[in-house]
């Protein structure tokens, strides 16, 4: 296969492993899963025939088993249940928590998030409110098989993640791409950890919806 015209939300879907790579060029394989590797590669400056390279090594072997592509859409749905919705409902309580700890206590240094709590309040809504949509209208949809692509919820459920991707976008923001300043404490580092298993977990959420249960049908 020739990993850079693929698109990248093919290669996520179909590759285990290929997230990670994805993750550490900044490539966004969930709203914009639809760009080809050689395409988003160019955007970002980056080489995609090296990208492509570490995609290739991956096929010697990876601890990603699940391949959710041949999964039953009710197993699929089950997992994004309790893998991504469960866990968003436990991730953002606390990091809203830390995020008010960190600008109280550091607000008076250049590198302190200023706003991050209140952007970190405003996701937490959205998101609620996104996967309630999903919980009760849509998802008991693909629980009986009834769902096609062509469904108004599931369009609108890809807006919102376009939105949840821009808002992923102001949080790197605000946080200097999620980089610690030198010398941070214990509750800013741990704040930043979250941030970044945020963004991956939300990232990887996104793609297995829009990439996998929203093509089936």
């Given at each position: 296969m020739n990993y850079a015209d693929e698109s990248l939300g093919l290669l996520a879907r179909t590759i285990p492993g290929a997230t990670r790579v994805f993750h550490a060029h900044h490539l966004d394989f969930c709203c914009g899963g639809k760009q080809t590797l050689r395409t988003a590669a160019d955007k970002a400056g980056l080489d995609a025939t090296e990208i492509a390279a570490q995609l290739d090594s991956l096929q010697e072997g990876s601890d990603e088993v699940v391949d959710w592509t041949e999964a039953r859409t009710p197993d699929l749905v089950n997992h994004i249940l309790s893998r991504y919705h469960a866990r968003h409902r436990e991730q953002l309580p606390e990091l809203i928590r830390l995020a008010?700890?960190?600008?109280?206590?550091?607000?008076?240094?250049?590198?302190?998030?200023?706003?991050?709590?209140?952007?970190?309040?405003?996701?937490?809504?959205?998101?609620?409110?996104?996967?309630?949509?999903?919980?009760?209208?849509?998802?008991?949809?693909?629980?009986?098989?009834?769902?096609?692509?062509?469904?108004?919820?599931?369009?609108?459920?890809?807006?919102?993640?376009?939105?949840?991707?821009?808002?992923?976008?102001?949080?790197?923001?605000?946080?200097?791409?999620?980089?610690?300043?030198?010398?941070?404490?214990?509750?800013?580092?741990?704040?930043?950890?979250?941030?970044?298993?945020?963004?991956?977990?939300?990232?990887?959420?996104?793609?297995?919806?829009?990439?996998v249960l929203f093509e089936r049908g």
């Open positions: 008010r700890r960190v600008e109280a206590v550091h607000g008076d240094r250049p590198e302190c998030p200023l706003g991050l709590a209140d952007h970190l309040e405003n996701m937490q809504q959205e998101l609620e409110s996104h996967m309630q949509k999903e919980e009760m209208v849509l998802f008991p949809l693909y629980q009986r098989e009834m769902a096609h692509p062509s469904l108004p919820p599931v369009q609108m459920m890809r807006m919102e993640h376009d939105h949840h991707g821009e808002e992923l976008a102001k949080l790197e923001a605000l946080t200097n791409g999620i980089t610690l300043p030198r010398g941070a404490c214990n509750t800013w580092r741990a704040l930043y950890l979250g941030l970044q298993t945020l963004k991956e977990d939300l990232m990887a959420h996104i793609h297995l919806e829009n990439n």
